[in-house]
Structure formats: C-alpha cells, structure tokens
C-alpha cells in the first residue's frame, strides 16, 4: 500500500546513490518552469560548462516577476528589470526553448499559466526555480521549488538529487461555510501547525471538503503547503481534475487522452496507506482567517483580536510578536475587524485565477470601495485569466467599483516592478506572504482571501464575509 | 562548487526565529543576472538605515548601529549562529549567495527551511543542524565572550567550542563527500547519462504524452 507522494517518488527515480532508504536519488524531472529571475545565472552556468539542455520540449518559460502591470506597449522602464526580462528572451531564442513573451496573450505568472494550458499534467515531477510550485501538486504532481543550481542541474540533466521527504495527511472533511474559501483552509492549518510544521514532509491534502474544491481551490491550497513548510503539496485525481484537463494546448488528445486518464486515476492513496504525520480538520468550523503579524503563521480569524505578547512564556516567540506588532503598527488585543487597509491587492500565483475573481467581484458588485482606500488593484493570473474575466465584464464591475485592472504578472505579491506599498502603508493582500518589507520597504501586509480582501476594500476595514455576503 | 573540510571562524548571533529569504536579501537585488556582489545587500533593510537599491554605493549607505552583524565584536563572522527555520520563504539561491559571499561558511540552527537548506550544499556553504538545548547553549556563550569561536570540521562532523566542548551533527554521506571534495555535482550526474537515457525511453513508451 503506497501513498500518492510514494507513487510518484518511485515512478520517478532515476538511481539511488546508496541503499539506504533516506540515500539520495537521482530523479527523473517531467516539466521544468523557467521565469526570469532565478533563471540567468543556470543559463550562464550551462554555457560556461559547454552543456546544453538535456529535453528542450519539458522546458517552458516565462517572464514574471519584473513585468509592468500597466502600459506594456511602454515597454520596461527599470532598466535592470528590462535586462533580466531580455536575459530571458535571448537565452530561450539561442536555445529554442519555448517562451511565452510579454506581449503574448498566454504570458503570466509561471503557476497560473502551467496548469491553464495543461503543461501541468498528473504524475509528472514538476520543478521551478520558485518556492511555489507547490502549486502544480494540485494536479497529483511532486511539485517543488528549486534554487538556481539545481535549474541548470535540471537543465544540464533532466534529473535531480534528491532526498525523500516524510509524508503527512492533511484530512479535511465536511463542508465549508458560505463565503469560506481554500484560503482560510490553508491560513487555518498553517496557524495550527506553524510555518516550519511541515518542513522535511510533503502534504497531501484529502478529505471531502479537499474533493469538493475546484482546482483553483486545490491550487490555492497546495500552493501555501510552502508556507507551512512543506516543499510539496498535493490533492489525488478525480472527475474534477479530468475535466479542468480536457481540451488544454498541451494535454494529450484522442487516444492518447484514454490513455492517459486511465493511468491518471490511480494516481491517489491506497486505502490504509500510512503517512508519517496526519491531521484532521473539520472544514465546517473554518473561518475567514486574517493575518496580523509578519509570518504566515501569524495569523487569526475575523471575530479575534491581536494578540497580546505579554501572555506569551517563550522568550524567543514573546520576542518575536512584539517585533512583529511594531512593525505592524498593531497595538496589542485590537479587533481584527477594527484593521484598516490603504490598499487592497488582489492577484498572486496563490489567487489570481478567473475563480479567485469572480467571488471577489460578486462581493464588490455594485459597491465602492471606501474613502479610506487609496488604491485598489485586480491583477489577473494571466493574459487568458484576464481575457476570461472580460468576457463576463469582471473587468466593468471591479473598474465601477473604483478597482485598477491590470494587466498579469506577479506584481504586488513581491514588489519587483513598480507595484509596491510605501513604508506605513497597510494592504489587504490574496497574496502568501506577509513578511517584512515583502511588498515594499516598510509595508504592512494582512494575508486573506479574494473575498475577503474585496470586503475589506468596500467597507474600509476587515469584516465577516459571511455578514455581507 | 566550493570545497569545505574545517572552518575556525568568529560566531555572530542572529537571535530570531523565522529569518526568511526576503529579510536575507530583498527583493531589489534579484534583478541581478550575476552570482556574485550579493554580500553588500546582506541582511540589507536590517543592517542600514536608508532603504537600498541596486548599484548604490555601500561604503555611503547609513548603517543601523544596532544591527548585531554590525557590532565591531562581530566583524569578519564565519559562523552565523541561528534560530529555527533559518531560511524560510523563498527559493532564491541568491541567499545563500549574500551570506557566503559576505564571508559565512557555516550557519548552526535548530532547523531550516527545508530549500534552503538544501541550496547551502550546492554551493558550499555549510548549514548545521544542532539541538535547540545546544543552540541556546551556544548563544548564551557567544553573548557573553566578545572573540567567541567555533571550529567546525567537517570530516569529524564536529563543531567544537573555545571550552573544549564537542557537538557532533549530521550529515548525508554524499553531501559531506562532494562538500569534502568540492565536486561538480552535474558533472557527476552525467556519469548516469546511459540510466538517464534508458529510463527516458522506457518512460516515452509508457506515456508518450509527456514528451509532446
């Protein structure tokens, strides 16, 4: 009896350095996702060394992090962001590695759009050089971040040395409550188990309120398995995955499609398979979750308040929370819904997906957002997300409601471009992190969901989606 | 990759838990397209005053006096001494590029961050995992002795205190042997290339979808 994350493992190894069973492993890679700010230097390394790539057809890249969110046809204004987005250009067109370019209508950010033209398919080892291709795990992949020596290793190699991760259970059962999304899930299990709880695992998310996700949800989820610490996230196949899959550029077609999907659904647990850790959590009891501090893990729901470092025994953690409400510029036991954000960000590889928009505009729908709200801002996943949600006038309700719309990328969720706060400035994020400095020097992130950011946008403050909703 | 076998190196504490890629080096300075030149940016919102941006000169920048790594005691470090989950957040390798090219060769915590961690040994920079009751041990003594060092030897995988204490650590067999020897881990993965070719075509034949 074998877990998904077994399956995939051994359906992967290449060769085993020893015989031990936690040696390393050589392992096969199916996809490598390449954007352009961890991919320069691998490029570089390659040439240097004489190499070439190993499989230039699991390779595809895109430009991200740097892009603007305004007037493409301006071009890069930032000159070392336009030479890392030029670096990239010309390393794909030397090597004939497919890019999809700035302008290109299925450009956006490297999780949104892997998935969205089926270059994710189950049972693959996707890898990226970003932490948060946990993502891709969504679609019964190992899907994980790798840092740049390890992109020109793939490049170089096909392979990975790797070392088997311990495997934990995430079981969500029940239903959610109205306005709830996978977001408050991901937020809820990471401030019970902690942003390092499951580092040296991967996760597996199961249970029926996991089955009953889209796989916007399921992506949304397994892409903060990071921020809990776990390196990959992942949920098994079922109808829902299929479906998302038929009909995507690169899935497979006709026959090979059958074939395909016969395989792809044994791609889940055994039944009685064991896992190294297991967690349970009754989705029923989940509520909108809110971040206060500056680690995911800081974290709390709508109807609680800040808490008070004075109640805190551990020296180091006690530490930690009043350094983290100083730069919050949160006083101690303040009413989360008492919190009010200058601006509002809605976008991220964690929910930027035509899903994450449409909750968001049925929220802000014939409302405005308050006085307080110096800048509210919708920024699609990608050129095709973006292209969705104008058919079905997403674009009109945001804009009317007094919402900027730009165009895809990674924006604001990191600040690498010109989307950033000033120091002070306070944001209602759908982004995954809310460290220091994180989307600009001094800037203040709270971590929620897309309705919950747009609720925080019209009514000025954070409040209970389930009220408004 | 850089070879490591010993490092008798001055300790500087870093006394918080949760340290994480973006407070390592910001954001900004990942528009580089270099390996190099990260050291400066080091800890950067957290070692100077004014707010950094690539190309400005460093040796003009306000300093935070407070910042520990800029205390005199702790000037030149080699061993950066930790809490746990050293290195949470982000993939950048560019983190352990700042911290090895500011001049660290080991860092000791409770734990890491599980990429993280795993990106120290591509490039030859040592991340040690001790026992928390240690680390606190460690911290307590680094505090109180301006001069504090630590002599980490690899080959022993000991990490020994000026009072002749010893702390032994852990270590794959295969990293210690590519960190001893400063090996070029694709060129060793190359060996494999008939395995990596022959498990290829086995995989192209049994699912032909993912080569399209």
Sequence with gaps: ?469 | MKKFDFCDGLVAPLDRANVDTDAIIPKQFLKSIKRSGFGQNLFDEWRYLDHGEPGMDATRRKINPDFILNLPRYRGAQVLLARANFGCGSSREHAPWALQDYGFQVIIAPSFADIFFNNCFKIGLLPIVLDASNVDQLFREVEATEGYRLLVNLQDQSVATPGDESFLFDIDPFRKHSLLNGLDEIGLTLQHADKIKAFEEKRRAAQPWLFA
Excluded at chain 1, 367 to 395: C, T
Aim: a negative charge.
């Design chain 1, 1 to 469: 009896m074998q877990t998904l994350y077994d399956k995939l493992w051994q359906s992967h190894v290449v060769h085993e350095e020893s015989d031990k069973p936690d040696g390393m492993t050589l392992l096969y890679i199916d996809r490598h996702l390449v954007h352009e700010v961890t991919s320069p230097q691998a490029f570089e390394g390659l040439k240097l060394a004489g190499r070439k790539p190993w499989r230039l057809n699991s390779i595809l890249a895109v430009a991200d992090h740097n892009v603007p969110t305004t007037r493409r046809d301006h071009g890069i204004s930032d000159p070392t962001s336009r030479l890392q987005v030029e670096t990239l250009d010309q390393n794909c067109e030397e090597l004939g590695i497919t890019e999809f370019r700035m302008n290109d209508l299925r450009q956006g950010i490297v999780h949104v759009i892997g998935p969205e033209q089926g270059a994710t398919l189950p049972g693959m080892t996707v890898v990226c050089g970003d932490s948060h291709t946990s993502t891709h795990g969504a679609f019964a992949c190992l899907a994980f971040g790798i840092g740049t020596s390890e992109v020109e290793h793939v490049l170089a190699t096909q392979c990975l040395l790797m070392k088997r991760a311990k495997t934990m259970q995430v079981a969500v059962e029940g239903e959610l409550g109205h306005g709830l999304t996978a977001k408050d899930i991901a937020l809820a299990i990471i401030g019970e188990i902690g942003t390092a709880g499951g580092t040296g695992y991967a996760i597996e998310f199961a249970g029926s309120a996991i089955r009953a996700l889209s796989m916007e949800g399921r992506m949304t989820l397994c892409n903060m398995a990071i921020e809990a610490g776990a390196r990959a996230g992942m949920v098994a196949v079922d109808d829902t995955t299929v479906e998302y899959l038929r009909g995507r550029p690169f899935a497979p077609k006709g026959d090979l499609w059958e074939k395909a999907v016969a395989y792809w659904r044994t791609l889940k647990s055994d039944e009685g398979a064991s896992f190294d850790k297991t967690l349970s959590l009754d989705a029923a009891k989940v509520k909108p979750q809110v971040t206060w501090g500056t680690s995911p893990e800081m974290v709390t729901t709508i109807d609680g308040r800040v808490p008070d470092p004075s109640q805190i025994t551990d020296i180091v953690k006690r530490h930690d929370m009043e350094r983290a409400l100083k730069y919050m510029g949160l006083a101690p036991n303040t009413p989360i819904s008492e919190i009010r954000p200058d601006k509002i960000f809605i976008g991220s590889c964690t929910n930027a997906r035509i899903e994450d928009l449409r909750t968001a505009a049925e929220v802000v729908k014939g409302r405005h957002i308050a006085a307080n709200i110096k800048l509210a801002m919708v920024v699609p996943g990608s050129g095709l997300v973006k292209y969705q949600a104008e058919q079905e006038g997403l674009d009109k309700i945001f804009r009317d409601a007094g919402f900027e719309w730009r165009e895809p990328g990674c924006s604001m969720c990191l600040a690498m471009n010109d989307d950033r706060l000033e120091s002070g400035e306070r944001c209602a994020s759908t982004s995954n992190r809310n460290f220091e400095g994180r989307q600009g020097p001094g800037g203040r992130t709270h971590l929620v969901s897309p309705a919950m950011a747009a609720a925080a946008a019209v009514a000025g403050h954070f409040v209970d989606i389930r009220e408004i909703y």
